[in-house]
């Protein structure tokens, strides 16, 4: 019976760490810690336009292609790189019969920021907000549909996309849902502000 409990915990904090549906948030406010310090996994990141890498990289002039007056001249150029965490996720099963149709059932919790509180004091307050009701939302795809569906609107501006991927195999398919957050974010030099515009958009 233990055991039995455990497991049932366990799956509990799995799923609350998943959705980020946690009870322990009163008035779905997360306090003194900001989202992606809370939570461990289930997020995805926005989409950052820059350099892909986690290491600096130094481009350096071939010695074969200059003499030594140019090499002399020549300086190193240094790149910095950030790291990019990952802003999709998805996952292929095989799929067979005569007449294919895959539901595809979403949902996403984000979080805003509380700038200030009833006291105008600037805190690190932090609201849940459910993008769809618990049941989430449905679409459609099927063999010979739509291959992208843009998700969670506002103003014309979708927050993510879903992907589907067809491949014939056998008689049937092998397909690939993927889940990708389509939000960007510039690359800023303040760190404080990348920060706080990735905890905003993931």
Same mark, same amino acid.
């Given at each position: 019976m233990v055991l039995v409990d455990k497991r049932q915990q366990f799956v509990r904090h799995i799923h609350e760490e998943l959705t980020g549906k946690n009870n322990d948030l009163p008035d779905d406010k997360l306090r003194g810690e900001n989202p992606l310090d809370r939570f461990v996994t289930g997020f995805l990141f926005p989409v950052f336009e820059a350099e892909e890498g986690i =290491? &600096?990289?130094?481009?350096?002039? =071939? &010695?074969? @292609?200059?003499?030594?007056?140019?090499?002399?001249? +020549?300086?190193?150029?240094? $790149? #910095?790189? %950030?790291?990019? !965490? !990952?802003? @999709? +996720?998805?996952?292929?099963?095989? *799929? @067979?019969?005569? @007449? *294919?149709?895959? %539901?595809?059932?979403?949902? +996403? *919790?984000?979080?805003? $920021? *509380?700038? $200030? &509180?009833? #006291?105008?004091?600037?805190?690190?307050?932090?609201? %849940?907000?459910e993008l769809t009701d618990d049941k989430g939302k449905e679409v459609v795809f099927t063999p010979t549909g739509q291959k992208q569906y843009e998700i969670f609107k506002n103003d014309g501006q979708a927050k993510a996309r879903v992907d589907i991927l067809w491949r014939p195999y056998a008689d049937g398919y092998i397909v690939t849902v993927t889940l990708l957050n389509t939000q960007q974010i510039q690359d800023v030099d303040d760190p404080k502000r990348f920060v706080a515009d990735q905890n905003k958009k993931a």
């Open positions: =290491d &600096d990289e130094q481009e350096e002039l =071939d &010695d074969t @292609s200059v003499n030594e007056d140019e090499q002399a001249q +020549a300086t190193t150029v240094t $790149k #910095r790189k %950030r790291y990019i !965490p !990952p802003s @999709s +996720a998805g996952f292929s099963f095989f *799929i @067979s019969g005569d @007449s *294919i149709t895959l %539901r595809v059932f979403y949902n +996403a *919790i984000i979080y805003t $920021k *509380i700038e $200030k &509180d009833e #006291r105008s004091k600037y805190t690190n307050t932090w609201q %849940r907000v």
